[in-house]
């Protein structure tokens, strides 16, 4: 809004400036509608009498006939016997001094198309730099926004489900509160200390903590801000941003994303003279140059570290590297507890289930969870949320919204059925395999269908026979659609590229083929900054034999998932027809299936019967199996 109002102010003032020069030219063209003749006709005109009236300014002669025509003249210097001619022959006349214009109006008029072209220059390039305090002469200015104690509220107690992040930050906090404590030992107080975690772990939200757990500033901006198209603008807002932050010493600058300029030199095409480059170099220089850098604390948070120059990860510049990693069980419990007190919870909530329910989830996943959750149970009219909404926003997360609006034929619904219920046999028959939590045909997201398995621990390494199980699994959709419906689909086509992806991995990266050993086939260098990209590490010969293994591995696990497919018919028959029934099913009714018993109905508020549409649906997408 004030952006808006400052361009209107702009325009106007522009509008005055323009209304008042074409003003002051309008006084000085009054005679512009007469018709000009030359000075002895006007002479002739006076001695015939046919002249009524004259008005002399500035050597220009304005006179009206005695028929009504304007006529004019103009005189390079005052004939004196003018006036007598005109006093002869009846002529009202009338001479009027010229306006005298001050000088500085009259240098305003002469140099305001030069003072309008450069307003006009500074507006563009203000907006060209996103405005902000100072406009074009404040390029250099830094853009970072200071948080003082007042305005920092967030302390470490708001922090969850990083223990160990926070107890390697906890002595940051001691270090601000007490620096003598440490130096009267010969300890400095670290330069910096750079933050790597996936992304929503929560690596903004600890910095901010650190800051308000120690009662200091908190300078906070990214890593893009420093880049702008002139060169240098980006070390002079790097040294404007470290003057600022001497001058509220101790304090702490968190840079986000300092992938954005920190990143390898030498890798752009300008060279030395490139702006990242030398914002890179200010940085580096300010953080352990000639001068001292006391009491400012540089945190700086990052996905990619791998891509980070090796001059800012040494000791003096960035001292620790905090690793904030993706939240265990017991961490996913804690975080889902901060977040739930924002909002009413039902007696029936149980945060540790919810937390085993939710591997590979992350702090914002976990906070997206309790607001959808919260955001179902307003749907509903609910005064609290219940599990059941919580279980709900779990589902629309993982597997995506349900497309109810979707319209399947009987034979798509069939062959999905038969699709996933492949899936959730072979998972249920194999020894390794994480448990079936639930299996649906009803279509979300981009899959018409998806079965999804929970692991029963978090998962930190994949062994062999477990990856081999999954192989299996994945054709097990594909070959009970062969089996049942006589017929292949697209539906398997991820299946297929997932599988094969497995399989690749384990021959040419983690050393799991007899045949081939332990030898990495493939180039892991994913660096195609530049265009680099990994090279060529095999002959042709060895990659024929990689993939004859390949080949190897997919067939015998195709094979396997197929026998036991063939051998359980029933229980793909009854799962199939529960979910044309029900068009979801959990753990207890897949059990049950397992077992050979007679499905339990679905639980409360479920559909107990959904009639099959009619019509065919438009841009069907392949069937997926939902990631463990």
Known sequence: MNNMFSKAAIWVVIGMVLFTVFKQFDGRTAGSSATAIPYSDFLDEVKAKRIREATIEDRVIVATTTD?????????????????????????????????????????????????????????????????????????????????????????????????????????????????????????????????????????????AIAGEAKVPFFTISGSDFVEMFVGVGASRVRDMFENAKKHSPCIIFIDEIDAVGRHR???????????????????????????????????????????????????????????????????????????????????????????????????????????AALFAARRNKRLVEMQDFEDAKDKIVMGPERKSAVMREEERRNTAYHESGHAVVAKLLPKADPVHKVTIMPRGFALGLTWQLPEHDRINMYKDKMLEEISILFGGRIAEEIFMHQMSTGASNDFERAT??????????????????????????????????????????????????RNILDTQYALARKLLEENRDKVEMMTKSLLDWETIDADQINDIMEGREPRPPKEGLPVKNSPPSNPSDGVSPNATAPA
């Open 501 to 550: 992806k497995l399989a690749r991995a384990m021959v040419t990266r983690y050393g799991m083929s007899e045949t081939l050993g332990t030898m990495v086939y493939e180039d892991t260098d994913q660096d195609s900054y530049m265009g680099r990209m990994g090279a060529k590490t095999v002959s042709e010969a060895t990659q024929q034999k990689v993939d004859l293994e390949i």
């Open 68 to 208: 009504g025509k304007k006529i004019k003249s103009a005189i390079t210097y005052l004939d004196r016997g003018l006036i007598g001619d005109l006093v002869n022959n009846g002529v009202k006349f009338d001479v009027k001094q010229p306006e005298e214009q001050s000088f500085l109006s009259q240098i305003f008029i002469s140099w305001f198309p030069m003072l309008l072209l450069i307003g006009v220059w500074i507006f563009f390039m203000r907006q060209m730099q996103g405005g902000g305090k100072g406009g074009a002469f404040s390029f250099g200015k830094s853009k970072a926004r200071m948080l003082d104690e007042t305005q920092n509220s967030v302390t470490l107690a708001d922090v969850a489900g990083c223990d160990e992040a926070k107890e390697e930050v906890g002595e940051l906090v001691e270090f601000l509160r007490d620096p003598t404590r440490f130096q009267k030992l010969g300890g400095r107080i670290p330069r910096g200390v750079l933050m790597v975690g996936p992304p929503g772990t929560g690596k903004t939200l600890l910095a901010r």
């Open 266 to 372: 030498g890798a752009g095409m300008g060279g030395g003279n490139d702006e990242r480059e030398q914002t890179l170099n200010q940085m580096l220089v300010e953080m352990d140059g000639f001068e001292p850098n006391s009491g400012v604390i540089v945190i700086a948070a990052t996905n990619r570290a791998d891509v980070l120059d090796k001059a800012l990860l040494r000791p003096g510049r960035f001292d620790r590297q905090v690793i904030v990693g993706l939240p265990d069980i017991r961490g996913r419990e804690q975080i889902l507890n901060v977040h739930m007190r924002k909002v009413p919870i039902s007696s029936d909530v149980k945060a540790d289930i919810l937390a085993r329910g939710t591997p590979g989830f992350s702090g914002a996943d976990l906070a997206n969870l309790v607001n959808e």
